[in-house]
């Protein structure tokens, strides 16, 4: 605990803090004076943030997971590379972020392990020519308030999930998700709605 107290004394003199941050030893930070963190932040062990002019900001009260990788990796002019998350969220252990064309994560969204969201991708339409020479994509991915994505789920470029959505462990998501509802599989497709007054399964016990 003195060690979080103390480093959480020194991260102040590089980073943009709004409140106190409990920061773990072992977390990596490139370009801090782009890192914005809010109150009450938290980042465990291992956590790498890269984040590149565009930056990244955490919003008050989000925890950052052992090993995860938010990585905003502009060296080609990007106009809209960041990553933004909001308020009360979680990014589990070992997501890897690339935001290259823009992450934006709204609060209360919640990603498990070996989450991918990757808000770039690379041109290969030319058999003609390498693709590491056909230069890339960066659209942007947006996630809405509300989310949870199971674990192992890849959410590619270009795509937007809807306010309190849910994507399965393992699904690979390629379209928007519309909100309110389950997608699952490879590529991703709507499995059910999530209707109001739903009922919790009533042979299962329900924490709160």
Known sequence: MLG?????????????MDGVAAIEN????????QIHLGR?????????LHACPGGISIGDGTLVM??????????????HAYIRVG????????????????????????????VQILAV?????????????????????????????G????ITDGVRIGHGAVVAAGAVVTGDVPPHTVVGGVPARVLKTIEPGGKSPVDKAVYL
């Open 4 to 16: 979080i107290a103390f480093r959480a004394v020194l991260y102040r003199l590089i980073l943009r």
């Open 26 to 33: 072992g977390v990596r930070l490139r370009f801090a004076d």
């Open 40 to 48: 009450n932040v938290y980042l465990d062990q291992g956590a790498y």
């Open 66 to 79: 052992h090993g995860a990788v938010l990585h905003v990796y502009n060296f080609r002019g990007l106009p």
């Open 87 to 114: 308020r009360d969220s979680l990014i589990g252990e070992l997501n890897v972020l690339r935001g290259q064309g823009g992450i934006t994560i709204g609060d209360r969204v919640y990603t498990a392990p070996l």
């Open 121 to 149: 991708n690379h041109v290969f339409d030319d058999p003609t020519r390498p693709m590491v020479e056909q230069g890339i994509t960066a659209e942007g991915i947006w996630i809405e308030d509300d989310v949870w994505i």
């Open 151 to 154: 674990a192992g789920a890849i």
